[in-house]
């Protein structure tokens, strides 16, 4: 799971196969969001989930929230060599402007 | 489609010096905001915007600057480069509430 300043955490899978990637953060949030980021590009987001909700897809991405223990969680089914990146989870700051608190990531290597 | 580009892509700099990097965003968005990535610590926001005029000090802001001239334009600057600035840069765009849209990133190395 990510969160402070634990070491990024790297994954290796077969394609295929799901993975699953856990986030917990610190403070009350109302959304969250996971962002993955490809070798040399800027992160880009997947999925953004609400406290209202517990669960949310987008075609092979499953996003959960729990808010009792501020936690988060990114399912990605029948992964393909082109999933292979570092996903974030980003939990957006009650206060004005949109600020966003990254975790450090989980690198995800999916072989051939 | 949302955009948003950072020039330059790659910059050298010698410590003492002076370093801007630029962003400029076509979404139209009031929120902008200054990242840098390092191995280990993640994306953590230097200085960030609420619009034109505006400059707010992020979680990490002690040697650098920002400047929004414009609703599409937001720099960072670097008064006194040090090796310590050695890093990834990345600018995003955003609204609260929604996604931020990140440009492609500014590798910077202060020797």
């Known amino acids: 799971s990510q969160w402070g300043e634990e070491n990024l955490q790297a994954l290796s899978i077969q394609e295929g196969e799901d993975v699953t990637m856990n986030c917990s953060y610190k403070?009350?949030?109302?959304?969250v969001q996971w962002y993955r980021q490809k070798s040399g590009k800027g992160p880009a987001q997947l999925i953004l989930i609400r406290s209202n909700e517990r669960e949310k897809r987008s075609g092979r991405l499953r996003a959960t929230l729990d808010t009792s223990s501020q936690s988060s969680s990114l399912s990605i089914t029948g992964t393909l060599a082109t999933d292979t990146a570092v996903y974030f989870c980003a939990t957006e700051r009650s206060s004005a402007g949109n600020k966003l608190t990254f975790g450090i990531g989980t690198r995800v290597l999916v072989r051939p | 489609e949302a955009a948003v580009t950072q020039s330059p892509r790659n910059k050298v700099a010698v410590t003492g010096g002076k370093v801007t990097l630029s962003c400029n965003q076509t979404n139209n968005h009031n929120n902008m905001y200054w990242y840098r990535q390092d191995t280990g610590h993640g994306l953590r926001l230097i200085h960030y915007s609420y619009g034109a005029g505006s400059t707010e000090k992020g979680d990490i802001p002690d040697g650098y600057k920002a400047s929004r001239p414009s609703q599409e334009n937001f720099s960072l600057i670097l008064e006194l480069a040090t090796p310590s600035q050695t890093s990834v840069y990345f600018c995003a765009s955003g609204e609260k509430g929604y996604e931020q849209y990140f440009g492609p990133g500014t590798r910077l190395t202060v020797l």
């Open positions: 403070t009350y949030t109302t959304v």
